[in-house]
């Protein structure tokens, strides 16, 4: 009697338990499910039938991003969270990110994401140990918006095997330009009134008579002696891609379709003569090729410097100090293009720019979800992600006008006053992930505090120069593998590079600059020259065919 009844109790238990399970079955929809959209601009779909939405489960992932170490908790952070279900924990070493790189590699402790230098060496390390997962599979699945976005600029990125292993940032030409030889409009306004308001290009005579015009009219300001022109030896490449830019040179010397080194350009020849003439007629600061950073940015800002090759956002901060010392805008330099006898001015290359990128963003092996991931990075790259990296939020930083995008202007105003103080606090281009050059299809720019409302030196700039503006990408990183004995003749011949230039600029006289010209080149040639451009041909013959 007993065990019959254990056992009516037994299967009671039983069918009350299959009757709660099935209550239960029928209430499903109104659970919270995985979301397979990370694009809602909710972060979440609704059911069918009406009921709760679904909502991505919460996702932290771990990114390595040489560029900053902020955390991730500003407005436009929390609103990527908000959207995606993803909370990033950003990573950045105090020291030296190369350092950084290498040592996680070799320890295999790697974060899910990482942002590293494109140009580096380090990205093939990081394919060749199988470190970063190849994308392409995770792109044709989940990334519809990367192929709207990146376009031809993933075959670009494409690795020797066929595969991308990273997605590019700032891709795409941008066009603005770079170099220029930036000069004080005051003074420029007094000697050649026809040509101060940018936009006409100057010979190199008129710049070398400009040069002596104004030494002869200010030999002194504020009772210091005055210098036509200064360069900061530490950066002599912007320094030489100016000048280089007058004649027309481009990263190597095209020779009956074969790369050289672009000091075997004949042209080169004539533009160190030309820049070593400026010098031995005393235009040029005799100290400029021991002139550090910090003391070049001086001597712009005491006011007696008339003009300096470069960048024009070089001199910004010299420019700031001129400002402030009184005279308006105009006591500021601003770039204009100086350009060599026999080139169109239209074919002047003051301003390279790399179509693939500075960095590359990869997805690491030990990811520990690589589907959400790639879902994320295409939000971030879609044009949605991009005003919202770029821009920020809707109604907060930006409002939707007759169809376009426009900023608040206590916005533009805040990062005029304190661009890295704004970014940090509102998150508008502090994360600058998967970024686009160009404009968004309402024809405002992706990057709003770069280029929405540009400052008068970038006006300029743009006015004088920005028909001088190519593509340097087919000529990045064509150099040997690093690591290789190849890579250490390769740098023995930048080293006579560096050593020798600043000689020949200096030279006593035309003719010894000639002869210190034929000894770098012998010197390069001695040094294994011819092999390095060999290297370097098979490659360029590469990429082309890979870029098919």
């Not at 093939?124 to 599979?137: E, Q, S, V």
């Not at 100090?321 to 500021?332: F, T």
């Not at 533009?412 to 968004?440: L, Y």
């Amino acid at each position: 009697m007993r065990k019959m009844y254990k056992a009516t109790t037994l299967l009671l238990i039983s069918m009350m338990i299959l009757s709660l399970l099935a209550a239960c079955s029928g209430n499903t929809k109104n659970e919270p499910a995985a979301n397979n959209a990370p694009n809602s601009s909710e972060g979440a779909t609704a059911n069918e039938g009406g009921n709760a939405p679904e909502t991505e489960e919460p996702l932290k992932l771990t990114f390595f991003d040489k560029n900053t170490g902020d955390t991730f908790t500003n407005d436009v952070a929390k609103e990527i969270t908000k959207r995606t279900g993803i909370t990033l924990e950003i990573q950045q070493p105090t020291g030296n990110p190369a350092e950084k790189l290498n040592l996680m590699l070799a320890s295999n402790d790697l974060p899910d994401i990482i942002l590293m230098d494109r140009g580096s060496d380090i990205v093939n390390k990081y394919i060749a140990a199988g470190a970063i997962l190849p994308l392409n599979d995770l792109i044709d699945e989940l990334g519809p918006d990367i192929k709207t976005m990146y376009g031809d600029t993933l075959k670009k990125t494409r690795y020797k095997d066929g595969k991308n292993y990273y997605l590019s940032n700032w891709y795409g030409l941008d066009k603005d330009p770079v170099f220029g030889m930036n000069i004080r409009q005051d003074i420029l306004r007094e000697l050649a009134p026809d040509k101060a308001d940018g936009g006409v290009p100057f010979t190199t005579d008129e710049y070398l008579a400009l040069l002596k015009a104004f030494k002869a009219k200010y030999p002194q300001i504020d009772g210091k002696n005055t210098v036509p022109i200064t360069m900061n030896a530490e950066n002599m490449g912007a320094m030489l891609a100016t000048f280089k830019g007058m004649w027309g040179m481009k990263t190597y010397y095209e020779d009956n379709g074969q790369l050289k080194f672009d000091v075997k350009d004949p042209r080169y020849l004539e533009m160190l003569l030309y820049m070593n003439k400026l010098y031995t007629e005393g235009l040029m600061d005799k100290d400029w090729a021991i002139s550090k950073k910090q003391t070049w940015e001086q001597k712009l800002s005491n006011g007696f410097v008339f003009s300096s090759p470069g960048a024009y956002w070089d001199v910004g901060a010299s420019n700031t100090s001129l400002k402030k010392a009184g005279g308006g805008e105009e006591k500021q330099l601003f770039a204009y293009k100086v350009v060599a006898p026999g080139t169109d001015p239209a074919q002047t290359t003051f301003g390279p720019r790399g179509t693939m990128g500075w960095d590359a963003i990869a997805i690491s092996k030990t990811n520990k979800d690589p589907e959400r991931t790639m879902k994320l990075i295409n939000f971030l790259a879609s044009e949605e992600g991009q005003y919202l990296l770029l821009w920020g939020i809707e109604g907060v930083h930006w409002d939707m006008k007759d169809g376009k995008h426009v900023p608040k202007p206590e916005l533009i105003q805040q990062f005029k006053e304190d661009w890295d103080a704004t970014a940090k606090k509102t998150g508008v281009r502090k994360w600058a992930w998967f970024i686009k050059n160009g404009n968004g299809s309402d024809g405002t720019p992706y990057d709003m505090p770069g280029k929405y409302d540009r400052g008068t030196d970038a006006k300029m700039a743009t006015k004088s120069l920005l028909d001088s503006v190519w593509d340097s990408s087919p000529y990045d990183n064509l150099g040997p593998e690093g690591g290789t004995p190849d890579s250490l003749i390769n740098q023995k011949i930048q080293d006579i590079f560096k050593q020798q230039i600043p000689k020949i600029i200096i030279s006593a006289s035309a003719n010894d600059a000639k002869a210190n010209y034929d000894k770098m080149l012998a010197d390069m040639k001695a040094a294994g020259d011819e092999k390095i451009e060999k290297i370097i041909n098979e490659k360029y013959q590469e990429r082309l065919e890979l870029w098919k």
